[in-house]
């Protein structure tokens, strides 16, 4: 796709999603694309590897948590991949402070690449496992909002994110469909002190995409016990 027309075709989705993109933070877009692509050739970073695709289901799909984000909030991104969704959220609310976390270090080096080829500030990389993160004070109950997308089952997911949670914050997850995970996590919610504020489903524009966003606010102290040892979660999710 060319260019200026990927780019329109962008700006027009975003303002679908009340993200409001100027030609400087479109073009910072189209760069982070080229270098996920170049990248992609020699590591695996996502099968999706079509302009349009990549503007669709990981850009604009990212985007479509913004409205829920207040500004200078600071922000997790658990298990971020090639960055989805925190970096697309930084160049689109760019008062954010952003924290970036992936288990596997050459990921973190693509991040830290985008990061610095599109000079973003206020956002940081750790190479760690979420399990080990969310016992580190540093990072423990630390974040506004913590994030991730599609990562795992939502019992298994909620306890990767709410130990980064402050109390009053909120974790959200990125989800392709519901089905019954929610009825399944509403224990592990509880225990680890969440309760579910609102569940947004809608459809990407231009597609028959489903997506759902399950929003939970923290509404007391994660027990010290979560997150247990690394692997834990998704073998054990608690019931």
């Not at 982070?32 to 970073?45: G, S």
């Not at 500004?71 to 952003?98: E, L, Y």
């Not at 190479?127 to 991730?148: M, P």
């Amino acid at each position: 796709m060319e260019k200026e027309t990927w780019k329109q075709k962008l700006k027009e989705q975003a303002g679908n999603s009340n993200t409001i993109l100027k030609e400087e933070q479109l073009e910072m877009f189209y760069n982070y694309m080229e270098i996920l692509k170049k990248w992609n050739e020699k590591m695996n970073l996502t099968a999706i590897t079509e302009d349009y695709e990549i503007l669709q289901k990981h850009f604009i799909d990212s985007l479509t948590i913004t409205p829920y984000l207040e500004n200078n909030a600071s922000i997790i991104d658990v298990g971020t991949g090639a960055g989805f969704p925190g970096i697309p959220v930084k160049i689109a609310k760019q008062n954010v402070s952003i924290t970036l976390i992936d288990s596997l270090a050459k990921r973190i080096n693509f991040l830290n690449e985008v990061i610095k080829t599109l000079e973003l500030s206020n956002i940081t990389t750790h190479h760690v496992r979420a399990e080990e993160a969310g016992k580190n004070k540093k990072l423990r109950e630390q974040f506004d909002i913590a994030v991730s997308r599609a990562v795992a089952p939502l019992a298994t997911l909620v306890e990767y994110l709410l130990p980064f949670v402050k109390i009053g914050g909120k974790c959200i997850c990125m989800k392709a469909n519901k089905g019954e995970e929610i009825e399944n996590s509403k224990i592990a919610i509880s225990i680890l002190g969440g309760e579910i504020e609102a569940i947004k489903e809608f459809t990407l524009p231009d597609s028959d995409i489903k997506r759902t966003l399950i929003i939970i606010k923290k509404t007391k102290e994660t027990p010290s016990s979560y997150p247990r040892k690394a692997g834990t979660p998704s073998k054990q999710p608690i019931q």
